[in-house]
């Protein structure tokens, strides 16, 4: 049972973050009468076709188990001879020149685009139209923003959520999994087993974490780490569910992508279904050395500019293509400088700039109103600007909005019983966007401060220790600290055996 006075700083927390006081873990029944109709005419079609079924992977987490749900699906149907999957290259999101090439050599008649390709359906519709493609149907399950025409498209499906005001902002996983779950009566196929699958996803593509049914979704996947079911069982786990995902499991899935190990991603998802993940897994850790060597290249050519609320890297041409790893460098500088960052690279013919946006206090709606073209989610996404708009943008950017809320109250460290570190760990398992983490600066003074590897272990006379890894010491108030579940790897509060 909590204390008073833990009680009182969780309502405090809750109220500041404009959040309900019950965050519940439900699952809602969509009444979208598209969705449904869609999902019925897909699963028609692929019993009808003759092969080939392709299916898109886009390039990250949450494509790669969008595409995966959709796979199995089908061939839980029995049509698993007729499909062909594909994910681009360099990350390469949607329709490309490379896609085309592949529906061309493989004969794709049907194709199914998932967590992409919104703003590709007229490309689409056109290479129906074109009878040196063999595609006959398309259908695109996406949940980002895009840009609508009036253009008639009969042959392209597109389902996005963005298009249905008052449904909850689920990732592209969620999307398909709520296309295959509205024709489980049809199929008589059961869905939920792919529940657990939708929550990586969430967290990945750092959906907003105050929504109901997201964190239902979450919470599956946690309950499926806690029963030791796999891919979650090649991990090392120390106590954190959370920590396990974020940090382990998406990383190195997102370092087998950008590094272009198509092939081994695909036979990570082959070998999740057997359970043979262990040493797999060990073999592909030198993807994510391979990413931080291309990050650190990024730095060597980057220059910086400091603005008020925004840093930026920008970099010449370069032949080497460093797109996939622009992100990863925006997310240290983000880290480093505790404001927007954009990495960005100079066009060939010197007329344009364009990478990566990662935003802090703001999103790209900032940024599209100095001019940039940004596409992607509001704080993370791909942004481009001509080189006299961007000149203007470093002269005169300056962003003078709130400063991130990094506290609830200061305490000392008895003041919190351990049921309430407890309770506040627990909450923290399912912070995010739109539902930021509870801190807390520790006025105490530690009695031993000890730094090991890449971290740095406070301990206090009641045995309780704070481990940092991204906490932050603020002069003259303390240590910040944010509770999470016990663990040994990533716990910033846990009790010291023995003491």
């Known amino acids: 049972m909590t204390s008073d006075l833990g009680r009182a700083l969780m309502d405090k927390a809750l109220k500041e973050r404009n959040i309900e006081h019950e965050l519940k873990l439900e699952k809602t029944e969509w009444n979208w009468e598209k969705l449904q109709r869609v999902g019925e005419d897909l699963i028609f079609q692929v019993t009808m076709i003759d092969p080939y079924i392709g299916i898109l992977y886009d390039p990250d987490v949450d494509g790669l188990f969008s595409g995966y749900l959709m796979e199995d699906y089908l061939k839980r149907l029995g049509v698993d001879n007729k499909v062909k999957r594909h994910m681009n290259k360099n990350k390469v999101h949607g329709i490309g020149e490379e896609t085309e090439q592949w529906i061309l050599d493989e004969g794709i008649k049907l194709l199914i685009v998932v967590d992409a390709g919104s703003s590709d359906a007229d490309r689409l519709q056109d290479m129906v139209n074109d009878t040196a493609y063999p595609l006959e149907k398309a259908y695109i399950l996406d949940h980002h923003d895009y840009i609508h025409t009036d253009r008639q498209t009969p042959d392209v499906s597109l389902v996005n959520i963005v298009d249905r005001p008052g449904l909850p902002a689920v990732s592209g996983c969620g999307v398909v999994y709520k296309t295959i779950q509205a024709t489980e009566q049809i199929t008589g196929l059961d869905t939920s087993r792919y529940e657990k699958f939708v929550g990586i996803t969430i967290l990945s593509d750092v959906c907003r974490m105050d ?59 082959s070998r999740m279904q057997k ?87 703001y999103g790209k709606d900032v940024l599209e109103e100095w001019g940039f073209e940004c596409h992607g989610h509001h704080k993370a996404c791909g942004a481009s600007i001509d080189v006299d708009g961007f000149r203007h943008f470093v002269e005169n950017f300056s962003y003078q909005g709130d400063i991130e809320i990094d506290y609830v109250a200061k305490i000392q460290v008895n003041d919190l019983t351990e049921e309430d570190w407890l309770w506040f760990s627990h909450f923290n398992e399912y912070a995010g966007n739109g539902c930021e983490a509870i801190r807390f600066a520790v006025l105490d003074q530690p009695i031993t401060c000890n730094t090991m590897l890449k971290r740095t272990v406070w301990q206090y006379k009641n045995g309780l220790s704070v481990v940092d890894f991204s906490t932050q010491n603020i002069q003259d108030e303390g240590l910040i600290v944010e509770p999470t579940e016990k663990n040994d790897s990533f716990t910033l509060i846990r009790k010291v055996e023995g003491d």
Request: hydrophobic share 35%; glycine share 8%; proline share 3%.
């Open 275 to 361: 359970g043979r993940l262990k040493s797999f897994v060990q073999q592909e850790k030198s993807a994510k050395d391979e990413q931080r060597e291309r990050v650190n290249q990024i730095k060597q050519f980057g220059h910086l500019f400091k603005l008020e609320g925004m840093t930026i890297a920008l970099r010449p041409h370069q032949e080497r293509n460093y797109q996939p790893f622009n992100g990863l460098y925006a997310n240290e500088l983000i880290g480093e400088y505790r404001s927007g960052a954009l990495v960005l690279e100079v066009s060939e013919d010197g007329q344009t700039v364009s990478g990566s946006f990662r935003g802090w206090q």
């Open 211 to 269: 929504i109901n049914e997201n964190r239902y979704y979450v919470s599956k996947t946690y309950e499926a780490i806690l029963r030791g079911e796999s891919p979650f069982d090649a991990f090392p786990f120390y106590g954190s569910c959370a920590s396990l995902v974020s940090y382990t499991l998406v990383p190195l899935l997102n370092a087998m992508i950008r590094t272009n190990r198509i092939k081994e991603v695909f036979n990570f998802l």
